[in-house]
């Protein structure tokens, strides 16, 4: 695990997190949540032990796509995280309010104190990877995240129109004077298959990932397309039942990106 940048530990995570990943895009909309619990899920399908922090404080949706409820939790040594039916770790925000319609209004202050307190206070046990569900933008609070949570690695997501890759490119702009390692791009939603003739379209048009690509040093990890089927299984809280041969090359290129940013930290070490 690699040390906070910009800034020291509020407080030391509760448990012993070997790889902490970060998942965003900078813009709402891309399908970053659902990328989020894809890839926890794929991850805890290969057999690795998985973790969820809900960063999207404001906005968060994680419990809902996985049919978790609170609340959390305290039983005087730590807050006990949320356990899916796959055994994924998750604390969210979703856990602390009334209902699923009882909005998180508060100040950036609280928002970013809480994201520290999901971090250092939580019991998250031995964990391979825990993933960071990022809240759209780049102001005040992924910058506590990036500044205040040892990352890794970051993910980012986008969807083909060029709106979205000129958002994403900020976001990796903010992650590169950060100094927090890009592991790669996840296209979302760039593809779907017609169910009658199995013709594939591209609802959105072209893609202008390549836009992104060619400013960035970030590999490609992988289109994910448009598909009813996890639009089912996330509406109603089972999206760890989604599979897909594209969600597993993503996963593969993940694993190879996280195992190549090591070798090279590594050698500068």
Known sequence: MSAARGG?????????????????????????????????????????TVGILDADITGPSIPLLFGQKGPLKDRGHGIEPSITPHGIRLVSSQFLVESED?????????????????FGQVNW????????????????????????IPIDGMVFVTTPQELSALIVRKAIVMAEELHVPLLGLVENMGEVKCPHCGEVFNPYGKS?????????????????????????????????EYTSGSLEQVTRALLASISDTKKRSLKVL
């Open 125 to 148: 046990g031995p964990l391979e990877y825990l993933l960071l569900d990022m809240p759209p933008g780049t102001s005040d609070v992924p910058l506590t995240v990036f500044q205040t």
């Open 8 to 48: 020291v530990l509020a407080r030391l995570p509760k448990g012993d997190l070997q790889q902490i990943i970060a998942v965003g895009s900078g813009k709402g909309g891309v399908g970053k949540s659902s990328v989020t619990s894809l890839l926890a899920s794929q991850l805890a399908r290969e057999g690795h």
């Open 102 to 118: 009882t909005p998180v209004i508060w100040r950036g202050p609280m928002v970013t104190r809480l994201i520290t307190q999901f």
């Open 208 to 240: 202008h990932s390549e836009a992104i690509l060619g400013h960035h040093d970030v590999p490609l990890l992988g289109r994910l397309p448009v598909d009813p089927k996890l639009s089912e299984l996330g509406d109603s809280g089972q999206i760890g």
